[in-house]
């Protein structure tokens, strides 16, 4: 059975382990990669699915700016162990972590990925047409939910806000 829980200190190997098979030794150049280097997820907003006591998926969100003050959630990466792919495990950690998000009161989260996977979830790149980030990517994978209704659609440059870890401070 599939269980989703808090992502535990003691998962880091196995999860930097799962995303290395997953995503490839690249995964570190990419954009997404800068945005979230050297910080601290979104506190109580990890989480990762172990089947046998085995970690076989995990999730993550991040502080972000949307454009100038307006706070917002950077989702990623989201990667299932190829093995369970058709298990659902995906989609039970985007609904963990949507629920999540929703109930602290976040208001919107972006994500680069695939339109037709993350539709089914809300997202949409009519949501982050506005926006940029700093570095290479494809415009069309830059996607966006709004958790609560908002009045204008965010623009500008997606830029990280959370907190710093401590491997990122100076010495």
């Keep these: 059975m599939v ?5 535990r200190s003691s998962d880091v190997a196995a999860r930097e382990g799962l995303l290395d098979l997953v995503f490839g030794g690249m995964r570190r ?17 990890s989480f990762v699915a172990t089947w046998c006591d085995r970690l076989i998926g995990t ?23 190829p093995e369970h792919h058709r298990d659902g495990v995906g989609s039970s950690l985007m609904a963990r972590a949507l629920l999540a998000a929703n109930r602290g009161g976040f208001g919107e989260i972006f994500l680069l990925g695939d339109e037709p996977y993350y539709a089914r979830f809300g997202f949409s ?13 494809e415009q069309r994978r830059l996607l966006g939910l709004a958790l609560v209704p908002q009045a204008d659609v965010a623009s500008g440059l997606l830029r990280a806000t959370g907190l710093l870890s401590n491997r990122a401070l100076p010495r």
Excluded at 3 to 7: D, N, P, S, T, Y
Excluded at 125 to 137: E, M, Q, T, V, W
């Design 59 to 81: 999730i993550r969100l991040w502080h972000v700016s949307a454009g100038r003050h307006r706070p917002a959630l950077l989702l990623g990466p989201l990667a299932v162990d």
């Design 3 to 7: 269980l989703i829980r808090h992502e």
């Design 125 to 137: 790149a009519k949501h982050a047409h506005g926006l940029s980030l700093p570095g290479p990517y």
């Design 29 to 45: 150049t990419k954009t997404c990669e800068r945005l979230r280097e050297g910080r601290l997820p979104a506190a109580g907003l």
